[in-house]
């Protein structure tokens, strides 16, 4: 399988160079070439498999073209360590929990399948190392730093906005050492997430080290979240619930929807999806207006989704732009939500009081969608809880009145000492920073 760059000014690559590059040469995201779509009796059988199984079959469309079977079998074995079950909320309404992984976040698959995979690339290839750059709002960093850490030959920096993530994901990613650096940069996650596309576009930065970046702008990071919605959509069809499925996504960087998207283009009958904001909500401005106008990010108690660039974005404009008119096909599949503080607070306190079931911010910006989305009668909506409510206690803890329980994987985290380097945002100083190294 060949990649290709969305802004269709570089070379196609293969899967070994559009993962350990990250990003193509003319700035663009790779995509592949072809989908390959599932048939509909494979994807009937999918409520039979467990979520190994699951996840190998879908695998096997995306990467099997590039790597043996046993080796991916492996590869996707090592990854899934854990569960993402289907909860029932209220009515016809589920959560699909995928914070039972290390981290408590649904980015550990997406982060331990791109470590196993660059690993087994640099030891096919013999390099000697690979530097991998990480920008997070909050669960990224941790997801990738927990899934890569002593893995031989990387070297990984993780690059936060200082005071914009919760004391616990903070937590998980800067307590590690080893080969896991911490960067607390001086500004939003945009500034980092512009200094991690800098580095890369940087001659001599790439000739002093080999980079690459395991944010959702590389392949081997949000292919893997399509697993996710094969394995809900199995979970449901056990049920008899899976037809008119209506799929809700706290959407930031919007890697999440995108691999949903690449897994409907596969076959999977999703009836249509709605991506949820915050206040940061330039693609629901996209939706109402037909235009695409970045700007900078706002805070949010929803941190993780505090993206007012989101790299994905163009993703999602070459998956739906084959007939000239993306805006068009993108508005009738996908519909979008904005929630603010004050909306989210208000929807986690009345779904606690009346179901007892607890909310974090960004899975409440989620299940509201689906409220206001108003479903009909034969659908079935089903929202992304993309990480444990106590990776943001404080916040939860207030707007419930409650004192949520801490689970040991996160008390874990906690007891360690923390590790950072102070960094300004301007490329000049990250630059120069890099080149010491």
């Known amino acids: 399988m060949k990649y290709y760059s969305t802004n269709k000014q570089a070379p196609l690559a293969s899967l070994e160079e559009a993962?350990?590059?990250?990003?193509?040469?003319?700035?663009?995201?790779?995509?592949?070439?072809?989908?390959?779509?599932?048939?509909?009796?494979?994807?009937?059988?999918?409520?039979?498999?467990?979520?190994?199984?699951?996840?190998?079959?879908?695998?096997?469309?995306?990467?099997?073209?590039?790597?043996?079977?046993?080796?991916?079998?492996?590869?996707?074995?090592?990854?899934?360590?854990?569960?993402?079950?289907?909860?029932?909320?209220?009515?016809?309404?589920?959560?699909?929990?995928?914070?039972?992984?290390?981290?408590?976040?649904?980015?550990?698959?997406?982060?331990?399948?791109?470590?196993?995979?660059?690993?087994?690339?640099?030891?096919?290839?013999?390099?000697?190392?690979?530097?991998?750059?990480?920008?997070?709002?909050?669960?990224?960093?941790?997801a990738v730093a927990n899934g890569f850490l002593g893995v031989p030959g990387i070297h990984v920096y993780v690059l936060y906005p200082k005071g914009k993530v919760s004391p616990i994901q903070e937590c998980q990613f800067t307590t590690l050492g080893q080969n896991i650096t911490a960067l607390e940069v001086d500004g939003t996650f945009d500034d980092c997430q512009a200094l991690v596309k800098s580095a890369f576009m940087d001659e001599e930065l790439n000739r002093h080290m080999k980079l690459t970046s395991a944010n959702s702008i590389n392949v081997a990071r949000f292919l893997p979240q399509s697993f996710y919605y094969f394995n809900a959509y199995a979970q449901l069809d056990k049920i008899g619930k899976a037809d008119q499925l209506i799929v809700s996504v706290p959407s930031g960087n919007f890697g999440n929807i995108t691999a949903g998207l690449f897994a409907h283009r596969m076959g999977l009958p999703i009836k249509r999806f709605v991506a949820a904001n915050n206040r940061n909500d330039v693609f629901l401005e996209y939706l109402h207006t037909g235009v695409y106008t970045p700007r900078p990010s706002v805070p949010t108690i929803a941190n993780a989704m505090d993206v007012g660039d989101p790299s994905n974005f163009a993703r999602i404009l070459d998956l739906y732009g084959k007939n000239g008119n993306p805006h068009a096909e993108i508005s009738q599949l996908i519909s979008g939500y904005r929630f603010t503080d004050e909306e989210i607070g208000a929807t986690m306190k009345q779904v606690y009081n009346e179901t007892g079931y607890v909310l974090d911010p960004h899975g409440a910006c989620g299940y509201q969608a689906l409220i206001d989305n108003k479903l009909a009668p034969n659908e079935t909506g089903l929202f992304l809880e993309t990480a444990h409510p106590t990776k943001f206690k404080g916040t939860v803890d207030k707007i419930l009145d409650a004192d949520i329980e801490i689970p040991a994987k996160l008390k874990a985290f906690m007891q360690g000492e923390k590790q950072s380097v102070g960094m300004e945002k301007d490329f000049e100083t990250f630059k120069s920073y890099l080149l010491a190294q």
């Open 19 to 142: 993962v350990v590059k990250g990003l193509a040469g003319d700035k663009g995201l790779y995509m592949p070439e072809h989908i390959r779509p599932l048939d509909k009796d494979t994807i009937s059988g999918l409520k039979n498999k467990s979520f190994h199984e699951i996840a190998c079959t879908a695998a096997q469309a995306f990467f099997g073209e590039d790597i043996e079977p046993e080796t991916l079998d492996a590869i996707v074995r090592d990854t899934l360590s854990f569960e993402t079950p289907v909860v029932p909320v209220r009515d016809n309404i589920y959560s699909l929990e995928l914070f039972h992984g290390p981290t408590l976040a649904f980015k550990d698959v997406g982060g331990r399948f791109m470590a196993r995979l660059l690993g087994y690339f640099i030891k096919k290839e013999g390099l000697k190392q690979v530097n991998v750059l990480v920008a997070t709002s909050g669960d990224t960093g941790s």
